[in-house]
């Protein structure tokens, strides 16, 4: 009896252990099941995670390659360009760079502190007013942005090639997707892009200028030296807000999102916000799905273009300097040029080509004053074209180096060497032209250029010697501005009193004077006229047409300060160049001159071209390049060009037998 009994006990104590051991089993089975399911639940949030944020580097990468061609600054990206895009070609067939909003804003700030150091009123509302122009073409190109967020819009980049920024992205966000177990679907068009900017911003890849101890930028908007994004840096009671892109395409923190950030006047949105909707099913739950949902963003990036050769700005004096222009800041402070009284300006532009090429289908045209509440006269001329150099700069020009060629001794106009030159001219002769021949004394001429150096963003000056000869064109839409009269009762030397020289009386008819034995019929005067030319004023081809606001070609000041010793001995040794800007509008009593030895009161040389004494080609004026037919960088982007020209031109009295004058220029002057 007691033996059945242990039996029946070690039975019922084996069938407890089995039933233990299979239900330790099954709960190890659930336990299992349940991990794998969230380890597979873990990956899938994982792969979902780097699937969207694949979706909005994508999309934050394709944001950066939209450009758009803008009447108010011409090409506009997130990104600067060099000019490499097949799409940003000129009608000279040269590409053209592309400016960045970010840089645009830092140059336009930089500009503004450079007008306020100098005390300068006219220049900065000058300053504020391309601000306003900048934020219209920073709308158009934000409208641009959001639309490319849309499924199916084409968007184009520098090349002219069309993307589907949303298709990328989504893309991107399929191809990161790698399954684990079981069933893991992408909703379709669940996948949503958003712009919008950062509660705290982040750091620009915009260097503050210099020196930085003039920036006056608050420490919260500095970071290491670059603006910070999203934060407003006010200077002189305007706002400067840069938009939210860096030196490199990244991921930024989604809790630092936001569609706008509160607290600033105007804004560009850049940061990219991507959101998905994935099911994920799950084997223990039968036939249900969870649905995950994710989101990530990215800021694009800005590539800054170096600027290689910005551009020259150069004054130009032919016939000796103005004793009442002593250096660039006279421009600013002559009461003269600063005033209206006894000068006629004109703000004016070459249409259909470039002037005087192409005539008469190329003309001269007026065009409008932007500034109507002030004065037209040759020095807010200036200021408007001091500035556009200036922009041609961007956020490199250190802005005391600007400051001290305005105002520093070191940057005055140096007197040409030697002081005097034999002035030669040919001779129009009733049976032809004559060898040239000597007409007398006249003082020598120079050109004074300033550069700024690409590598430190200070101002570099230099002279060169200059004749009238050879002119130069006016660019096609750009700014060509005259003053007559604009220096009256000069001090300058004395009124030189000229003789034909070394003349046989027989040749004296060949002047076609009324009296060979009238004597003396030339004299240099106390008046100055000036023409500002500005080929920098309207860029991209929208408002800058033909050479999009580029620099002209210009030996003068094309090569480099350092050069082979060859090329310097054999630049040395060509004929001087000249520059010749240009007169346009016909304002009562414009002078005749007396060609070939005294041309009209215009810079031009119509009268020559039309005597046959000048031809419309490179031999006898400075012209823009023509690019070649496969389109490439223009040469003025390589080393500098002219970008805007000051020139004086002394009028000339030609006395004529019976009383009255002549007035004009100096043409010929060997």
């Known amino acids: 009896m007691a033996r059945d009994f242990r039996k029946s006990f070690r039975n019922r104590r084996g069938n407890m252990l089995a039933i233990i051991t299979a239900v330790t089993i099954g709960i190890l089975a659930i336990i299992s099941f349940f991990a794998l399911s969230y380890v597979r639940l873990l990956g899938s949030s994982n792969e979902q995670k780097t699937a969207i944020e694949a979706a909005a580097m994508s999309a934050a990468r394709d944001l950066g390659k939209i450009a758009i061609n803008t009447p108010e600054v011409g090409w506009l990206s997130l990104s600067d360009s060099a000019p490499t895009g097949t799409a940003t070609i ?20 930089l500009d503004l502190i450079i007008a306020d150091r100098l005390g300068d009123q006219n220049l900065k509302v000058m300053v504020k007013e391309d601000l306003k122009q900048l934020k219209n073409a920073q709308l158009t190109l934000e409208a641009e942005l959001r639309k490319s967020l849309n499924p199916g819009y084409s968007s184009k980049d520098i090349n002219g090639q069309t993307f589907e920024l949303y298709k ?28 919008g900017s950062l509660t705290n911003g982040a750091p620009t890849n915009i260097k503050l200028p210099q020196p930085e101890t003039w920036a006056n930028v608050q420490t919260a908007a500095n970071t290491g030296g670059f603006y910070r994004s999203y934060v407003n840096i ?62 990530a963003c990215a800021q694009p990036a800005n590539i800054i273009d170096p600027h290689n050769s910005p551009g020259a700005l150069t004054f130009s004096f032919p016939d000796g300097l103005c004793a009442e222009i002593t250096n660039p800041g006279s421009m600013l402070t002559n009461s003269q040029l600063n005033s209206n009284a006894g000068s006629t300006s004109s703000f004016l532009t070459s249409v259909n080509g470039d002037f005087p090429m192409g005539r008469p289908t190329t003309a001269i045209a007026s065009q409008n004053w932007p500034y109507p509440s002030m004065n037209e006269n040759c020095g807010n001329y200036f200021r408007r074209a001091l500035l556009d150099w200036w922009k041609r700069a961007g956020t490199k020009l250190n802005m005391q ?10 940057f005055a106009f140096k007197t040409p060497t030697p002081l005097m030159m034999t002035w030669k001219s040919r001779v129009l002769s009733k049976s032809g032209n004559l060898p040239p021949v000597e007409l007398g004394k006249l003082p020598s001429g120079n050109i004074h250029i300033y550069k700024v150096d690409p590598s430190n963003g200070t101002i570099t000056y230099t002279e060169k010697d200059l004749t009238p000869v050879k002119l130069s064109v006016a660019g096609q839409n750009q700014a060509y501005m005259e003053t007559m009269n604009a220096i009256t009762g000069s001090t300058t030397s004395t009124k030189f009193q000229l003789t034909l020289l070394g003349i046989a009386g027989a040749l004296y008819q060949a002047f076609v004077v009324e009296n060979i034995n009238f004597l003396n019929p030339y004299e240099l005067t106390d008046k100055w006229d000036v023409y500002i030319r500005d080929q920098v004023y309207q860029p991209g081809s929208v408002a800058g047409n033909y050479h999009n606001g580029e620099p002209m070609d210009f030996d003068k000041t094309a090569y480099k300060e350092q050069m082979p010793v060859a090329l310097a001995a054999r630049l040395a040794n060509q004929d001087d160049l000249g520059n010749g800007s240009l007169g346009a509008n016909t304002p009562p009593g414009k002078g005749q001159g007396k060609p070939p030895s005294v041309t009209s009161q215009s810079d031009f040389g119509e009268d020559q071209i039309d005597k046959g ?7 006898y004026y400075n012209m823009y390049s023509q690019g070649p037919s496969n389109a490439n960088r223009r040469p003025t982007y390589e080393t500098n060009g002219m970008a805007v020209d000051v020139r004086f031109r002394r009028q000339m009295k030609v006395n004529l037998m019976g009383g009255g004058s002549r007035i004009g220029y100096v043409g010929d002057k060997k």
């Open 234 to 295: 006010p200077y002189d009671n305007e706002d400067f807000v840069f938009a939210g892109i860096g030196d490199a395409v990244k991921l930024v923190d989604p809790k630092d999102w936001t569609s706008a950030t509160t607290g600033l006047s105007y804004q560009l949105p850049t940061i990219v916000k991507a959101e998905a909707s994935q099911d994920i099913k799950a084997h223990m739950a039968g036939n249900a799905a969870m649905n995950v949902q994710s989101a």
């Open 613 to 619: 004494f000048f031809q419309p080609n490179a031999t």
């Open 168 to 195: 990328n992205a989504e893309t991107a966000y399929l191809q990161n997707l790698q399954r684990m177990v079981g069933t893991s679907n992408y909703k379709a068009n669940s996948l949503k892009l958003s712009l």
């Open 401 to 410: 180096s600007a400051q001290m060629m305005i105002t520093d001794p070191a």
């Open 90 to 109: 000129a009608g000279d067939q040269y590409k053209v760079p592309v400016r960045s909003v970010n840089s645009l804003m830092g140059t336009l700030r």
